[in-house]
């Protein structure tokens, strides 16, 4: 199968995922600027949320911009990074309230580490679906920065019962790794 309905499929969900997130936004009730400094968590978790979401897109694309086919087993694993990413606006829901509790900054680092996870699952079964010359397998190699993400994420989650703020900010640290694309990859397609 080519990879034509499955990128259209994928980039229309994300389109709702973060449609959703900026429903959920929410205009403040009164015209001050007070009433405005208040939404700022919920503002910032957002903001957060959508750079997330397009890390996702772009690597998402140029992953299938060097893929030629796929088959039963990558269709399952988008779906199942699909799945993840889409608990991603009730997260940031619930974190852009709550970021000083415990249970919400829990629930976004599981969330994002599973993201991780499921795309890790997703390169690993375009790579065994293709030859052993696929470029995506060089370019991968190791893959240490997705098994940084995946580190962090864990030590943000473990964190998040100790202090917050160290795991709200090691989760921010995976997003600005990720701002840049992997150019090597830009370069195979």
Known sequence: MKTSRLEAFSDGVLAIIITIMVLELGAPEEVTLNALLVRLPV????????IYIGIYWNNHHHLFQITQRVNGKILWA????????????????????????????????????FCAIAYFILQAQ???????????????GS???????????????????????????????VAIMWLVPDRRLEESI
């Open 78 to 113: 988008n779906l199942h990074l699909l799945f993840w990413l889409s608990l991603i606006p009730f997260t940031t829901a619930w974190i852009g309230i709550n970021y000083n509790e415990k249970l919400p900054v829990i629930a976004y680092g599981v969330i994002l580490l």
């Open 143 to 173: 893959d240490r920065k997705g098994k940084i993400s995946i580190v962090c994420y864990s030590l943000g989650v473990a964190f998040s019962f100790v202090n917050t703020w160290i795991a709200l900010a090691l989760y921010a640290i």
């Open 126 to 140: 375009i790579i065994k679906y293709h030859e052993d010359d696929f470029p995506l397998k060089r370019v991968v």
């Open 43 to 50: 503002f910032v978790s957002y903001l957060f949320s959508f």
